[in-house]
């Protein structure tokens, strides 16, 4: 859809289309008049002529308007964070330990709950951790597009050192361009050695910051405890720097981590609130399905009314459900309703084309 033919863009552009194919060729592109261009190179010819290009809004881009945030709206959020490394190396203890030292509040009898991602406070300073098989999470909501780490820590085992899957985190943090910090875990074993471990990592171009890089790298036990703190802090540290910030008034936006059909709740699905504010009542549009939120519940299991940037909370309310990694937004009831018809009406035409080709292929087979 976003390409245009030679003829067409010399009669957009009021020029002769021998005049347009010279201009091409100047740009090395061999185009014959009835031949399409896409719609960078449209861009780039026209530019030369002085006209702007706008490529054509789709239906669902006119329903959905992009809000710009002014930056004077924008208010510090907490860092999100995602523990990545290789099987074993203590992902699931360290997420569990950080939890247990610092969850927000231990009243209401410090019941946790699993919901795919939780929020502690250091200092008066929340962090919230995706809870979520880290690895799969992270790729998942990337080949969607969605970008919900600001933080990646890297666990790896002081006894084992650097593994394939260590060095796929690494290469998974870097393509998203996430800052990494390495805990170096298991450092109560007797046969620890973080030294090694952190030579492994210059390999990669992680330099720790006392060998002169500026990689963080914190030595923990999530055995025994030992080092979490200074982890916490670190990881505020980086986010400090990082200044993250985001609009909390204005209509939410966000991400599925986690989905599931409830028994007796029905579709429900743990979603990051990334921009706004959600609250119950709003109506969103989620992937291909949409809802209107009907209750919320808290990583500590308490029924909230409303969701802040950064907050992770399970929502209740939506038709059906949605993928882990989808986006969500607050729309008016009707465009939610419309845009997912739309949505989910191109999927089935999708579907159908493939099976058409596969058909035909089978036929082709035969003969
Ligand atoms: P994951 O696969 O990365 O999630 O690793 P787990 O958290 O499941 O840990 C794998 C094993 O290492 C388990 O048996 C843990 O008890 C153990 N483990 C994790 N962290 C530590 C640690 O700091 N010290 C010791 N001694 N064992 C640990
Ligand atoms: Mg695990």
């Given at each position: 859809?976003?390409?245009i033919?030679?003829?067409?863009?010399a009669?957009?552009?009021?020029?002769?289309?021998?005049?347009?194919m010279?201009?091409?060729?100047g740009?090395?592109?061999?185009a014959?008049i009835?031949?399409?261009?896409?719609?960078?190179?449209?861009e780039?010819?026209?530019a030369?002529?002085?006209?702007?290009?706008e490529?054509?809004?789709?239906?669902?881009?006119?329903?959905?308007?992009?809000?710009?945030?002014?930056?004077?709206n924008?208010?510090?959020?907490?860092?999100?964070?995602t523990?990545?490394?290789?099987?074993?190396?203590?992902?699931?203890?360290?997420?569990?330990a950080?939890?247990?030292?610092?969850?927000?509040?231990s009243?209401?009898?410090?019941?946790?709950?699993?919901?795919?991602?939780?929020?502690?406070?250091?200092?008066?300073?929340?962090i919230?951790?995706?809870?979520?098989?880290?690895h799969?999470?992270?790729?998942?909501?990337?080949?969607r597009?969605?970008?919900?780490?600001?933080?990646?820590?890297?666990?790896?085992?002081?006894?084992?050192?650097?593994?394939?899957?260590?060095?796929?985190?690494?290469?998974?943090?870097?393509?998203?361009?996430?800052p990494?910090?390495?805990?170096?875990?298991?450092?109560?074993?007797?046969d620890?050695?973080?030294?090694?471990?952190?030579?492994?990592?210059?390999?990669?171009?992680?330099v720790?910051?006392?060998w002169?890089?500026?990689?963080?790298?914190?030595?923990?036990?999530?055995?025994?405890?030992?080092?979490?703190?200074?982890?916490l802090?670190?990881?505020l540290?980086v986010?400090?720097?990082?200044?993250?910030?985001?609009?909390?008034?204005?209509?939410?936006?966000?991400?599925?981590?986690?989905?599931?059909?409830?028994k007796?709740?029905g579709?429900?699905?743990?979603?990051?609130?990334?921009?706004?504010t959600?609250?119950?009542?709003?109506?969103?549009?989620?992937?291909?399905?949409?809802?209107?939120?009907?209750?919320?519940?808290d990583?500590?299991g308490q029924?909230?009314?409303?969701?802040?940037?950064?907050?992770p909370?399970?929502?209740?309310?939506?038709?059906?459900?949605?993928?882990?990694?989808?986006?969500?937004r607050v729309?008016?009831?009707?465009?939610?309703?419309?845009?997912?018809?739309?949505?989910?009406?191109?999927?089935?035409?999708?579907?159908?084309?493939?099976t058409?080709r596969?058909?035909?292929?089978?036929?082709?087979?035969?003969?």
């Amino acid at each position: 859809p976003e390409t245009i033919t030679v003829r067409e863009l010399a009669e957009k552009l009021n020029r002769n289309p021998a005049e347009i194919m010279k201009k091409l060729m100047g740009l090395g592109i061999m185009a014959a008049i009835n031949q399409t261009i896409d719609f960078e190179t449209a861009e780039i010819l026209a530019a030369e002529f002085d006209v702007a290009v706008e490529s054509e809004k789709t239906e669902e881009e006119e329903l959905l308007q992009e809000i710009v945030d002014d930056e004077a709206n924008l208010v510090p959020r907490p860092p999100v964070v995602t523990v990545m490394g290789h099987v074993d190396h203590g992902k699931t203890s360290l997420l569990d330990a950080i939890r247990k030292t610092n969850v927000v509040s231990s009243e209401a009898g410090g019941i946790t709950q699993h919901i795919g991602a939780y929020q502690v406070e250091i200092e008066g300073e929340k962090i919230t951790f995706i809870d979520t098989p880290g690895h799969e999470a992270f790729t998942a909501m990337r080949a969607r597009g969605a970008q919900v780490t600001d933080i990646a820590v890297l666990v790896v085992a002081a006894d084992d050192g650097v593994m394939p899957q260590t060095v796929e985190a690494i290469n998974h943090a870097k393509a998203a361009g996430v800052p990494i910090i390495v805990a170096i875990n298991k450092v109560d074993k007797p046969d620890a050695n973080p030294d090694r471990v952190k030579q492994q990592l210059t390999e990669y171009n992680l330099v720790a910051e006392e060998w002169g890089g500026d990689t963080i790298m914190v030595p923990v036990s999530a055995k025994t405890g030992k080092g979490i703190q200074q982890l916490l802090e670190m990881i505020l540290l980086v986010a400090e720097m990082r200044e993250l910030a985001a609009n909390p008034n204005r209509p939410a936006e966000g991400v599925v981590i986690e989905s599931r059909l409830d028994k007796g709740r029905g579709p429900v699905a743990t979603v990051l609130v990334q921009k706004g504010t959600l609250r119950v009542g709003d109506s969103i549009l989620c992937g291909l399905t949409w809802g209107k939120v009907r209750a919320m519940v808290d990583d500590r299991g308490q029924r909230v009314e409303t969701a802040e940037p950064s907050c992770p909370v399970e929502v209740v309310g939506l038709e059906e459900v949605p993928m882990a990694g989808d986006i969500f937004r607050v729309v008016d009831e009707k465009i939610a309703k419309q845009v997912s018809a739309m949505r989910l009406d191109e999927k089935k035409r999708e579907e159908q084309a493939k099976t058409a080709r596969v058909s035909l292929d089978d036929l082709f087979k035969q003969i």
